[in-house]
Antibody, heavy 120, light 109 residues
Framework: EVQLVDSGGGLVEPGGSLRLSCAAS????????MGWVRQAPGKGLEWVGR??????????DYITPVKGRFTVSRDDSKNTLYLQMSSLKSEDTAVYFC???????????WGQGTVVTVSS | QSALTQPASVSGSPGQSITLSCTGT?????????VSWYQQHPGKAPKVIIY???NRPSGVSNRFSGSKSGNTASLTISGLQADDEADYYC??????????FGSGTKVTV
């Protein structure tokens, strides 16, 4: 059974940093493209970023508002995905979901989400 | 890039069929068939119900069907049931190797 367990959320002041983690199991992590999707309170889903497999160069892509501030990375030896967030802004407040990317660019499995609140 | 355009809300009676639209551009929905749909119940993580425009993952009811014409994708829910009441989001891969979601549609039964 595929499982994605998100962790690392919390309250952080504007300008601060936070690192989210996603522990994966039930599939061959190293073979999967992985990513993060967020959802601000009462709002819709927003794709944040994605990392390809190591054999694909572990290439990353991001939504424009987080470029230069967020970094998606992976540790295949630990079956873990990360989202390093810095220079956080109030508009980054959201539930962050770890996602596995399927063969047709669909997000076929989701973590339970971890809450990030940026406030002074 | 702005979100794909979805109607804010759609309603129907039990047993009826409803169709949700998702309008994009030639650089996302119109560029390929990597269109997917997600169902999200309150307080829960989203769940994929359609991928590759019209394919259903194992375990998803055949009451859900998808299609696409030009820059617009559609999701049809037939035989509407109470548990179908949820938020629905479309998503598309883009020509710049990013992903974009729709604005979301609240379905009321």
């Amino acid at each position: 059974e595929v499982q994605l367990v998100d962790s690392g959320g919390g309250l952080v002041e504007p300008g601060g940093s936070l690192r989210l983690s996603c522990a994966a199991s039930g599939f061959t992590f190293s073979n999967a493209w992985m990513g993060w999707v967020r959802q601000a309170p009462g709002k819709g889903l927003e794709w944040v970023g994605r990392v390809k497999r190591e054999i694909d160069g572990a290439t990353t892509d991001y939504i424009t508002p987080v470029k230069g501030r967020f970094t998606v990375s992976r540790d295949d030896s630990k079956n873990t995905l990360y989202l390093q967030m810095s220079s956080l802004k109030s508009e980054d407040t959201a539930v962050y979901f770890c996602v596995k990317v399927g063969s047709y660019a669909e997000f076929d499995f989701w973590g339970q989400g971890t809450v990030v609140t940026v406030s002074s | 890039q702005s979100a794909l355009t979805q109607p804010a809300s759609v309603s129907g009676s039990p047993g009826q069929s409803i169709t949700l639209s998702c309008t994009g551009t030639s650089t996302d929905i119109g560029a390929h068939n990597y269109v997917s749909w997600y169902q999200q119940h309150p307080g829960k993580a989203p769940k994929v119900i359609i991928y590759d425009v019209s394919n259903r993952p194992s375990g998803v009811s055949n009451r859900f069907s998808g299609s696409k014409s030009g820059n617009t994708a559609s999701l049809t829910i037939s035989g509407l049931q109470a548990d179908d009441e949820a938020d629905y989001y479309c998503s598309s891969y883009t020509s710049t190797t990013t992903y974009i979601f729709g604005s979301g549609t609240k379905v009321t039964v």
